[in-house]
């Protein structure tokens, strides 16, 4: 059977799913891990937090597209 995309090539795991979740967990661990690293850190708000979060989960999606998708 022919399966073929109707949207974007990469499936839900790539673009909605897997890959985005765990980025997304990723990014949310990373104040943290700098925080015990003994690294300054600063608090960000929350909008920033999330934008911040967000562009990580963007890179991961854009670096792993190219080879999952062919």
């Known amino acids: 059977m022919l399966q ?3 949207a974007r090539l990469g499936g839900d795991c790539l673009w909605t799913g ?3 979740s765990k980025a997304l967990i990723a990014a949310a661990h990373a104040p943290d891990a700098a925080n015990h690293s003994g690294r300054p850190t600063t ?9 911040t979060a967000m ?6 999606i854009q670096t792993i597209a190219p080879v999952d998708s062919t």
Do not use: K, N, T, Y
Not at 43 to 51: E, K, Q, T, V
Not at 55 to 60: M, P, W
């Open 4 to 6: 073929i995309e109707r």
């Open 18 to 20: 897997c890959l985005p």
């Open 43 to 51: 608090l960000a708000s929350s909008a920033a937090a999330f934008r």
């Open 55 to 60: 562009a990580s989960v963007d890179r991961a």
